[in-house]
């Protein structure tokens, strides 16, 4: 059978592609590999650690094991969005094949969870490998694998389900202790890990799904017309301090990079109260903005992107009219929608209006006040839902600013979470206090390095336990793929 002649020649090809293959220049790993976690733990001494010990309840169990479905759900629509002939490409140059992705998802869990926390005999070490790590490496420098070193798809699925049904059987014998912040790979804890990790990818996975072409996809919902955009109100914000991070003593999981709280004093700013649109981006394309090299660092100036392109990576133009590239395919360009773009290309039009992108500590004090008083989310306490914004996977492509006014905050700044990230001018860095997860030791410390920025809110991709305030989120600037946008700042005094 044709079939099974394929899964033979692909078999061999990954037994080569798992071994360590000389590189001209090793693509950044997301990881550092296996956990460092092994024998007993050094923090016995902490009340965390003392209960950790304690098996998890079957609340908890029930709990991440429903999310855990749920997660999957998510991801396995995706991939059910694309023919089987579509997993073999490569939609962004910089990131893996889509099968990749289908292996990592799995691997992911079952490595960290299965093999690594409960020390269960893995089945299939070279796919452990293979699917354990994604990439990111910087332009020009991507990956160049050939479809034929990855294993077929009946092989991945085959790999998927076996380490799906050594989880599913851990949980329903409730094997995982109790500890759910900063957990240990056999911690309840560590399975919401690997829940947010499956959630982003849930993201991720819709920015190369999104670049494919429209006939690769299922068909699906073209955004209509958008009513034209509120007026853009400049909101002063006085001198005081913003809360970032996240307390130790929330038991409930959060990433390494989200620890530990700690107040920043802010000096009087203003800031935009709605994300530049596509129609204000549009002027400063018309005005010359690409080819103004007072605009842009150095980097981007040279970057492919700023050369080779001179507008929004969502953007096309067509008969001389601009479109906008959806995710089911192209429609005419809504003016009101935020505009999706790269940092650099953020950076710019602000620096083009005299102004700046709020810094991580300014997005803090905007969205959520002073610490005397902080929000839980730019409207309040109110658990997040379709009323206040644009995400938890309400759809694939942005809606009008300011269409959800129950998000604003109190001083009228609309869509500070959902309807894409908002770029900071942070670059991504340890907070005080920063200690790497022993689950995953790798996940932010390997990107503390000057070339991420932070964002912070969310996209209509974005679950919505990832919009708690303490989430941060990174790329690189030049990276022109993520569904961000921005707005304006401008100091004061
Ligand atoms: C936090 C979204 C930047 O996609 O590179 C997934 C998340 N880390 N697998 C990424 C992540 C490892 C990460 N971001
Ligand atoms: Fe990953």
């Known amino acids: 059978m044709a079939f099974a002649r394929a899964d033979a020649r692909r078999r061999r090809s990954v037994v080569k592609a798992a071994r360590p293959t ?13 956990s460092a976690l092994a024998g007993p733990r050094s923090t016995e001494s902490t009340p965390q650690a003392r209960n950790g010990r304690v ?27 694309v023919g089987d002939d579509w997993l073999y490409e490569r939609p962004i140059p910089e990131r893996h094949r889509l099968v990749f992705y289908l292996g990592h998802l799995e691997a992911f869990d079952w490595n960290l969870l299965c093999r690594d926390g409960l020390g269960l005999k893995p089945f299939d070490p070279e796919l452990d490998r293979l699917f354990a790590f994604g990439i990111d490496p910087s332009e020009g420098a991507g990956p160049k694998d050939s479809a034929a070193d990855w294993p077929a798809l009946a092989i991945v699925r085959r790999y998927g389900e076996r380490a799906r049904a050594a989880l599913d059987d ?32 849930a993201e991720t ?55 530990a709280a700690h107040d920043v004093h802010v000096p009087a700013f203003a800031i935009d109260s709605r994300n530049v649109t596509n129609g204000e981006y549009l002027r400063f394309v018309e005005a010359g903005g690409y080819a103004d090299s007072s605009l842009w660092s150095p980097e981007a100036w040279r970057s492919r992107q700023v050369a080779a392109t001179v507008h929004p990576w969502y953007w096309v133009k067509r008969d001389g009219g601009w479109r906008y590239k959806a995710m089911f395919g192209e429609v005419p360009l809504g003016d ?13 039009y602000a620096r083009w209006r005299g102004l700046a992108l709020p810094t991580e500590a300014q997005y803090h004090r905007a969205a959520f006040g002073a610490p005397g008083a902080p929000r839980s989310y730019p409207w309040g306490e109110a658990t997040p839902t379709s009323r206040h914004g644009v995400f938890g ?8 600013v300011g269409s959800h006014p129950e998000g604003d905050t109190p ?19 340890p907070f005080p206090g920063f200690t790497p997860l022993a689950a995953y030791p790798g996940y932010s410390a390997d990107f503390f390095d000057g070339a991420h920025f932070v964002l ?38």
């Open 22 to 34: 000389p590189r001209p220049k090793t693509p950044r790993r997301n990881s550092r590999g296996r």
């Open 55 to 81: 098996a998890a309840s079957r609340a908890v169990h029930e709990r991440i094991g429903q999310q855990l479905r749920e997660a999957r759900a998510g991801t396995d629509a995706l991939f059910a969005l």
């Open 170 to 201: 851990a949980l329903a014998r409730g094997a995982f202790s109790g500890r759910l912040s900063e957990p240990a790979p056999d911690d309840a804890g560590a399975v919401d890990l690997a829940i947010e990790h499956r959630l982003m990818h």
């Open 205 to 259: 996975l819709a920015y190369l799904l999104h670049q494919l072409p429209g006939h690769a996809k299922a068909p699906g919902p073209l955004p209509a017309p958008p009513p034209p955009a509120p007026p853009r109100r400049s909101v002063e914000v006085a001198a005081g301090r913003a809360r970032l991070g996240r307390e130790r003593s929330d038991d409930s999981f959060a990433w390494d990079n989200e620890y």
């Open 336 to 348: 009101s929608w935020p505009v999706y773009v790269s940092h650099a290309e953020a950076k710019a």
């Open 393 to 400: 996977f309400s759809g694939f492509d942005p809606e009008a």
């Open 411 to 429: 001083e009228g700044v609309s869509d500070l979470v959902g309807n894409g990230w908002e770029w900071t001018a942070s670059p991504f860095e």
């Open 456 to 493: 912070k809110g969310g996209s209509p991709r974005t679950a919505i336990r990832l919009l708690r305030r303490s989430f941060r989120n990174w790329f690189q600037p030049l990276y022109p793929y993520t569904y961000a946008t921005f707005r304006c700042v401008e100091a004061r005094g």
